[in-house]
């Protein structure tokens, strides 16, 4: 039992050390597509569909001023504080990386620069890094972690 075990862990390991980059590329790829359509979301004023991006879980983790468990409780706070278009303002991510850590999960770096006026709060803008995680219905974020600076 013990040989099969350690064959089929060599078989695992060998498999995901020889995943095929264009795969992997692909995968990245729907990474950036999720934040796409994060920020489109955004800019339309839609929270809602904005938060389509996170895990619905109990598990999902944004760590900021404070740290939220939750789906739920993150999605109150989203939209406590950008309650108006004027607070949500206009959302751009820059300098995404994305690092692929298997075929099921990635780390994403970036910046975000909110555009908004003086009565929305003024420009805001900072760094995130986020863990995504594929599910049946996609990749989702499963961490977020953003800095204002």
Same mark, same amino acid.
């Given at each position: 039992?013990?040989?099969?075990?350690?064959?089929?862990?060599?078989?695992?390991?060998? !498999?995901?050390?020889?995943?095929?980059?264009?795969?992997?590329?692909?995968?990245?790829? !729907?990474?950036?597509?999720?934040?796409?359509?994060?920020?489109?979301?955004?800019?339309?004023?839609?929270?809602? +569909?904005?938060?389509?991006?996170? !895990?619905?879980?109990?598990?999902?983790?944004?760590?900021?001023? +404070?740290?939220?468990?939750?789906?739920?409780?993150?999605?109150?706070?989203?939209?406590?504080?950008?309650? *108006?278009?004027?607070?949500?303002?206009?959302?751009?991510? +820059? #300098?995404?990386?994305?690092?692929?850590?298997?075929?099921?999960?990635?780390?994403?770096?970036?910046?975000?620069?909110?555009?908004? +006026?003086?009565?929305?709060?003024? #420009?805001? *803008?900072?760094?995130? *890094?986020?863990?995504?995680?594929?599910?049946?219905?996609?990749?989702?974020?499963?961490?977020?972690?953003?800095?204002?600076?």
């Amino acid at each position: 039992m013990h040989r099969r075990s350690v064959r089929l862990l060599v078989f695992v390991l060998s !498999a995901l050390l020889l995943l095929p980059a264009a795969a992997l590329h692909a995968q990245a790829d !729907a990474v950036r597509q999720v934040l796409t359509d994060q920020q489109n979301a955004w800019n339309r004023g839609d929270i809602v +569909t904005f938060m389509q991006g996170y !895990a619905d879980s109990p598990d999902t983790t944004f760590i900021g001023k +404070t740290i939220e468990h939750g789906y739920a409780p993150i999605l109150a706070r989203y939209q406590h504080a950008y309650g *108006s278009s004027e607070a949500m303002g206009h959302l751009d991510f +820059t #300098d995404v990386q994305v690092r692929m850590l298997g075929e099921d999960h990635a780390v994403v770096t970036g910046h975000f620069h909110l555009t908004r +006026t003086q009565a929305g709060g003024g #420009d805001a *803008s900072g760094i995130f *890094s986020l863990v995504f995680e594929k599910e049946a219905a996609g990749w989702k974020i499963i961490l977020d972690h953003t800095c204002a600076s």
